[in-house]
Nanobody
Framework: QVQLVESGGGLVQPGGSLRLFCAAS????????MGWYRQAPGKQRELVAA??????????DYADSVKGRFTISRDSAKNTVYLQMNNLKPEDTAVYYC???????????WGQGTQVTVSS
């Protein structure tokens, strides 16, 4: 089992910035991908950004809608992933969920979600 604890959401004006944090604990293996998904009211959950460990290929992936504005990073020693969100837009408003995916077992785990609201 893997537990994920998220923080950093909140209310911000358009053009502002937020940084999300997600700490993983439990049965963490070297070969994993951690990422962020979001779900707005009435919409499906979608990938925002993901970053793989070196043992899992080391790649990063972003939704087209956030490229150039959001940056994902990780501290593997702390089992933590970060999402720096700049130039936020009202359409970024959603609940953001942290995800942990084991590349070896294909098991996936989710955090409880953190609300991000972009509004003037």
């Amino acid at each position: 089992q893997v537990q994920l604890v998220e923080s950093g959401g909140g209310l911000v004006q358009p053009g502002g910035s937020l940084r999300l944090f997600c700490a993983a604990s439990g049965s963490i293996f070297r070969s994993n991908t951690m990422g962020w998904y979001r779900q707005a009211p009435g919409k499906q959950r979608e990938l925002v950004a993901a970053i793989a460990s070196v043992a899992c290929g080391g790649s990063t992936d972003y939704a087209d809608s956030v490229k150039g504005r959001f940056t994902i990073s990780r501290d593997s020693a702390k089992n933590t992933v970060y999402l720096q969100m700049n130039n936020l837009k009202p359409e970024d408003t959603a609940v953001y969920y942290c995800n942990y995916y084991s590349c070896s077992s294909s098991n996936a785990y989710w955090g409880q979600g953190t609300q991000v609201t972009v509004s003037s």
